[in-house]
Structures are given as C-alpha cells and as structure tokens.
Nanobody, 124 residues
Framework: QVQLVESGGGLVQAGGSLRLSCAAS????????MGWFRQAPGKEREFVAG????????YNADSVKGRFTISRDNAKNTVYLQMNSLKPEDTAVYYC?????????????????WGQGTQVTVSS
C-alpha cells in the first residue's frame, strides 16, 4: 500500500521560503508521477507542481513559476517542494499525490494516492 506523508508546512511572512517534504513508501516509485496540490478554504484543490520520479519531466502551474521548484531524493524516497517568494495567496493546505505513469497529470482526479496534507500560512 502506497503511503505519502507530508511535512514542512508552517507560518511564514510574505517573501519568505518553506520547503515541503513528501516521504513515499510502499512500493518502487521509479515509474510514478508525483504531484503537489493545494486547497485554500472555499476553493477547489488545484495543481501546483509535478514531476516524474526519474526527474525527466516537471511542470509548474503558472501561478508558481519562478518561485516553486519540485525535486526528489531517490535514496530517501522523498519528493520536495521548495517554495520561495511566498505570497499571502499561497496560503492553503498542500497535498502530495502519486500515480503510475510518465506524464505529469494536472487534475486531482487523475491521482490515486494522497497524503494527509500540511498547512502553509503566509502572513502579509
């Protein structure tokens, strides 16, 4: 059974940085795609960034391009989301997701496995 556990959320001032981690377990992820999503109160869950486990392909949402970067540590089976120049509108619960494949899917219903989420709050 695939398990995803996020960590690294917290409260940060606008302009600050956070790095989220997603520890994955339960199988070999070399043929998986990992995604980061976020959901703010009253809003739908939205795609933030994603990439193939091999790192051959990554994709960022327009709202975070140039500020957020997805990366992974194969030895630790962990995917990261480095978030810089944070804005109040980045405030949300951030989720890690996974599915098999080689394409960076961007809709939440295309992912099979989800973590429990980690809260990110950016103060102005």
């Amino acid at each position: 059974q695939v398990q995803l556990v996020e960590s690294g959320g917290g409260l940060v001032q606008a302009g600050g940085s956070l790095r989220l981690s997603c520890a994955a377990s339960g199988r070999t992820f070399s043929s998986y795609v990992m995604g980061w999503f976020r959901q703010a109160p009253g809003k739908e869950r939205e795609f933030v960034a994603g990439g193939t486990w091999t790192g051959g392909s990554t994709y960022n949402a327009d709202s975070v391009k140039g500020r957020f970067t997805i990366s992974r540590d194969n030895a630790k089976n962990t995917v990261y989301l480095q978030m810089n120049s944070l804005k109040p509108e980045d405030t949300a619960v951030y989720y890690c997701a996974a599915r098999s494949g080689t394409y960076v899917y961007r809709r939440s219903n295309e992912y099979d496995y989800w973590g429990q989420g980690t809260q990110v709050t950016v103060s102005s």
